[in-house]
């Protein structure tokens, strides 16, 4: 029971004016003696007296702490109180100007041309960091190959210059997520401090697409406001991030980006790849504004898996968003914590795939590439030209592959295999190219900086053209007319 009216008094106090006080020491006094009257032993322990009030900061720039003290209030047969008497809170200064004497320095200094070692000679002090307790003063004699611990710093010394703890009464601590040193409070996963992982929901999915395409595909909204986001696979495909405003932020556009760190959605995300074997992406979140996870598949799809943390209100939009466009819900989903299932209608295990099949497009008419100039443009800035047949065709959201038997090069900036798949960026290709015609075609190469992939990319009203004799020997003509 007094435990629980301590730790009740401690959450309180700050607000506490302390009036309410002399009735309550009143009341306890009269307690103490009844009990005393009636023979019972007044066991347990004394009360807190209120918080006093923050000190100022022990440091006039940057990171020191400030501290308030309280008082155990006992009777003689009264134990301890339960708790400390002082808390310490980080208070954080604007930055030290260039030149300023850290805290330690200026402590060891204090014992420059003193005589301190029992004996006359005196010497210049430096702070000294390879000794076992960070917290004592050690100081080396600058010039000898001796260090002398000159006992504890004072309480606000950084342990270290450039780590976050700092010395209180000999021992290093760092602030928890409410400020003060030596709490234990953190953040949730929802970026609560001290929090129960309560005001969010964990999302956790595996993207198993067959990847009967390759080429990009949806993995994924990752909605705004998500926090401890990862996603992971093995295979040779990439992962690929784009911002709400459309824009890649890694690996878009067929173009295989570095492995580092980007900045997105108002979060870093770190993006590693090692070579043939795993790529990863993580960000901490949380993000401001929505992101779209796809992958950018060469290979059968092994499975994606991907997690974040989601503020509940979040959730609900984003179920119903995923069963709108059929994502990711093709397998079970484990380890999805979801309390509301009343509310958030059930997802469905099995989803017919998504058909892109043989509707007609609305495809908007083409640029107009005719033209001599244009050709030379072409041949000129190509990697390939090449004569080739149309061998088949598959189109996505974003891009239409084509498989084509090369049948005559003109031009090469490296080899060409009798069977090329041939890129076009967009869903709706320009020029379109039907299946089971030749044509003449000028095709860039792109590889990825780590040199594994590479592609050949048709441009956007780039030069493709039915073959035809005439054209054969337009084409050779082209190729006396390029710079050198
Ligand atoms: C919140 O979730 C994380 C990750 O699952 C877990 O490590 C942590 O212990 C949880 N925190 C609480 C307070 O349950
Ligand atoms: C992928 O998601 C984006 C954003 O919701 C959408 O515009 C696009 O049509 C989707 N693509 C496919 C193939 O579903």
Redo the contacts with the bound molecule.
């Keep these: 029971m007094g435990k629980l009216r301590q730790r009740e008094e401690e959450r309180l106090a700050p607000g506490h004016t302390g009036r309410p006080r002399p009735l309550r020491n009143l009341l306890l006094l009269l307690w103490t003696l009844l009990n005393c009257g009636l023979g019972v032993n007044a066991q347990g322990p004394g009360e807190w007296t209120p918080w006093g009030s923050w000190s100022r900061c022990s440091s006039s720039c940057g990171r020191g702490l400030s501290v308030r003290r309280r008082q155990c209030v006992r009777f003689p047969r009264e134990e301890l109180c339960w708790g400390d008497t002082h808390e310490y809170r980080l208070c954080q200064l604007p930055e030290c100007p260039p030149g300023a004497v850290p805290f330690r320095d200026l402590q060891c200094a204090l014992y420059n041309g003193h005589p301190v070692l029992g004996t006359q000679k005196t010497y210049q002090w430096v702070p000294f960091y390879g000794a076992p307790n960070q917290c004592d003063l050690n100081c080396l004699a600058e010039g000898h190959d001796f260090y002398h611990s000159f006992g504890r710093v004072l309480d606000g010394t950084p342990c270290r210059p450039g780590t976050q703890g700092l010395c209180v009464a000999g021992r290093c601590l760092s602030a928890g997520c409410d400020g003060l040193l030596g709490s234990d409070a953190?953040e949730?996963?929802c970026g609560r401090c001290?929090?129960?992982?309560?005001s969010c929901l964990?999302v956790q999915r595996v993207f198993r697409d067959a990847g009967a395409f390759a080429g990009y595909w949806n993995v994924t909204l990752i909605p705004e406001g998500a926090r401890?986001i990862r996603a992971a696979h093995r295979s040779r495909n990439h992962l690929a991030l784009m911002g709400g405003d459309g824009h890649y932020v890694f690996n878009g556009n067929w173009a295989v980006s570095p492995p580092g760190t980007y900045e997105a959605a108002g979060t870093r995300v770190v993006y590693t790849r090692v070579t043939g074997s795993e790529e990863t992406l993580r960000a901490a979140g949380p993000t401001s504004e929505d992101l779209l996870l796809q992958v950018l598949l060469q290979e059968p799809n092994p499975g994606v898996e991907f997690e974040f943390?989601l503020p509940r209100e979040r959730y609900g939009p984003f179920q119903a968003e995923a069963q709108g466009q059929g994502w990711s819900l093709r397998q079970p989903q484990p380890q999805e914590v979801d309390p509301q299932s009343p509310e958030s209608p059930a997802a469905p295990t099995v989803i017919p795939p998504r058909t892109l099949g043989p509707t007609p497009d609305p495809c908007p008419p083409c640029p107009d590439t005719r033209g001599r100039a244009h050709r030379l443009l072409h041949y000129c800035g190509s990697d390939f030209v090449f004569r080739a047949r149309v061998l088949g065709r598959v189109r996505q959201a974003q891009e239409t592959r084509y498989e084509v038997r090369v049948q005559l090069i003109y031009k090469n900036r490296s080899p060409l295999r009798a069977l090329e798949y041939v890129w076009a960026p967009s869903r709706c290709p320009c020029p379109p190219l039907a299946l089971h015609r030749d044509y003449l075609l000028a095709a860039r190469r792109l590889i990825s900086p780590d040199g594994t992939q590479d592609w050949l990319l048709l441009p956007h009203a780039g030069y493709a053209r039915p073959w035809s004799p005439a054209e054969d020997s337009r084409v050779r003509l082209a190729a006396r007319h390029c710079p050198l």
């Excluded at 001290?194 to 309560?198: S, T």
Aim: glycine letters at 18%; a neutral charge; proline letters at 0%.
């Design positions: 953190r949730d996963r001290g929090g129960a992982n309560d964990f401890h943390w």
